[in-house]
């Protein structure tokens, strides 16, 4: 089916010059840029060391993380932790986020 209207995408919403990662959490927790945020309960922008050497990039949130607003804390993340125990890395070190912000709505309970 084409579409019958193009569709928004995230531009507006991305700060032009950010300075953090909390400026562009900020920004996407407004984001209205497509229709994964219609049925989310909240944004789920990624955590941890701003300048990690080591990031991990999700598909997408899950239910419990939409609940919570947070990244890789349902299954995935406990399997996550895991590997990274297993692994010998500090998680001090880590950044972990998705490649989108909002849980599809084909994955909603």
């Known amino acids: 089916m084409p579409w019958t209207q ?59 993380e939409d609940r919570h607003g947070l990244p890789f804390i349902g299954p995935a993340g406990r399997l996550l932790r895991e590997a990274v125990d297993d692994a010998g890395i500090d998680p001090a070190d880590l950044y972990i986020t998705n490649s989108v912000s909002h849980v599809p709505r084909c994955r909603r309970d």
């Open 6 to 64: 193009t569709p928004v995408g995230a531009q507006q919403w991305v700060p032009p010059h950010p300075r953090s990662i909390d400026e562009l959490k900020a920004a996407a927790a407004d984001c209205h840029g497509c229709e994964l945020n219609e049925n989310a309960t909240q944004t789920v922008f990624g955590r941890g060391a701003p300048h990690a050497k080591i990031v991990f990039v999700g598909e997408q949130p899950g239910d419990v």
